[in-house]
């Protein structure tokens, strides 16, 4: 009777060398979210437009705005619970068709009633790929990379922001709003493309007993290790019933996982606020619109820098002491803008408010992948991030609401900076450690398969 042999999972791709395997997953999911990005960001680009065209309010056009975020929050908490059931990869494939087509569909909208709708249901999408994205790159990533590719790939989000602000500056003069909407449609023409080349977790593999595609992919993250059809696979994992989301308050996680529910709802509040109503702030201090499109650009460059340069940190350090650094950043920039400054200062604030902003917003998702086991890690993220979305309907109709009021411009980025104040202080409380499963100890008729790596 031939010895069995168990191979721990959560080693192999912790210890794996980088290779060319890991930057195929990160490009996929990048090229993903900057489609996501992408299709979020046009809200700050076509408001404006919307307002003149519609001649509706600014309250009026926050609540359009916070259509497609409503639509995430429940995406994120739909789709979160479904990946931890079916797959991430089928989950984001069905997300990508979501907010490619209705956002592509929101270019023929006649009236403000059927491009809510058609926003909302894009939103869904929207919401519900990101925690996918985050836990498929974190589940493939080795440990010492792991915070660093999560952020590269999530800087797709910025990027996306970026296209939009460069795209809205140099088309929408000529072509009017509805070609932002028309681009979106470019992933659909990848979705055949992305289910042959997109990877299944490994840790979903082994958790649902599909032992042939876990070999497979075991071969492509480490293709000299020894496996056989004897091998068995198991994960270091904190054991949980099920990935129902009561499941985020057992094991001592209650605490914490409310803190992070506070923090993404801070932090995304302030993201949206900026993203959906930068310009539109920036014309109330006195700068042109095409002037307060570059500011969006800027926000967005400064995002990028952010979130890779966050990744960096938080591999050296520990993700918890960087954003709460990020949270102090975004605070101190965000105030700055009320003031009166030269322009080059006033881009550089902006830039930094991106950084700390989006760049902290990106590094709590990476904190919670990694906090979570993976039974519950897109459930994990799924809610936190739709809870964070509450905030993200709430920010632009803030904006709104204190934009009609004609206050001084320096109070509207003070309001949006408090948040930042009240998300460092979440984030100071909650608990480094997770409760990790011991690793299994084999027995005499078990040996435990060397990982050669």
């Known amino acids: 009777m031939k010895n069995t042999q168990i191979m721990n999972v959560n080693a192999v791709i912790d210890n794996a060398k980088f290779k060319k395997f890991h930057v195929a997953v990160v490009l ?33 056009a926050g609540l359009l705005a916070s259509t497609a975020l409503a639509g995430m929050m429940f995406g994120a908490m739909l789709f979160g619970m479904l990946a931890d059931r079916i797959g991430r990869k089928k989950v984001i494939i069905i997300c990508v068709t979501l907010f490619s087509g209705f956002t592509f569909l929101g270019s023929f909208a006649s009236n403000p009633v059927e491009f809510g709708i058609l926003r909302f249901i894009a939103g869904l999408g929207i919401g519900g790929v990101l925690p996918n ?20 790939m999530f800087s797709g989000y910025a ?40 990877p299944e977790s490994l840790t979903f593999l082994v958790k649902n007993g599909e032992d042939q595609k876990a070999r497979d992919a075991v071969k492509k993250i480490e293709p000299n290790i ?11 994992e904190v054991q949980v019933k099920d990935s129902s989301v009561i499941a985020l308050f057992n094991q001592g996680r209650a605490m914490s996982t409310l803190l992070f529910w506070c923090c993404f709802f801070m932090c995304l509040l302030m993201v949206y606020a900026l993203g959906s109503w930068l310009p539109k702030l920036m014309m109330a201090a006195g700068y042109s619109l095409g002037s307060s499109l570059v500011f969006l650009l800027a926000l967005n460059i400064g995002a990028v820098i952010g979130t890779i340069g966050g990744g960096i940190l938080a591999d050296h350090f520990h993700l918890k002491p960087v954003i709460m650094g990020m949270f102090v950043v975004g605070a101190i920039s965000l105030i700055g803008l009320g003031f009166n400054s030269p322009t ?15 760049g902290g917003s990106i590094l709590l998702y990476s904190y919670v992948a990694q906090y979570y086991p993976v039974a519950v890690r ?31 411009h320096s109070m509207n980025f003070i309001a949006v900076a408090v948040p930042a104040v009240i998300g460092f202080i979440a984030v ?3 608990k480094r450690e997770q409760a990790i499963e011991p690793v299994i100890e084999p027995t005499k008729k078990i040996e435990t398969l060397p990982v050669n790596i």
Not at 44 to 52: K, S, T
Not at 344 to 358: H, N
Request: with cysteine; hydrophobic share 60%; proline share 5%.
């Open 159 to 198: 990027v996306g922001g970026i296209l939009a602000a460069l795209l809205g500056a140099a088309l929408t003069p000529q072509y009017g709003w509805t070609i932002m909407f028309l681009l979106a449609g470019i992933p659909l023409l990848t979705l055949p493309i992305l289910w042959k080349y997109l």
């Open 133 to 152: 994205l985050v836990a498929l790159t974190s589940e493939f990533a080795p440990k010492k990379l792991r915070s660093t590719l999560v952020t590269i």
């Open 378 to 408: 897109s459930t994990g993220i799924g809610w936190a991030s739709a809870v964070g979305r509450i905030g993200a309907i709430v920010g632009p109709i803030i904006i709104g609401i204190l934009l009609s009021m004609d206050l001084p």
């Open 28 to 60: 996929w999911c990048l090229f993903i979210v900057i489609f996501d990005g992408y299709d979020l960001a046009i809200n700050g680009v076509v408001l404006p437009f919307l307002m003149a065209d519609w001649n509706i309010t600014s309250v009026e």
């Open 428 to 430: 100071m409380f909650i």
């Open 344 to 358: 080059y200062v006033i881009y550089f604030l902006v830039a930094l408010a991106g950084a700390s902003s989006i």
């Open 226 to 236: 020894n496996i056989s059809a004897e091998t068995v696979f198991k994960l270091n």
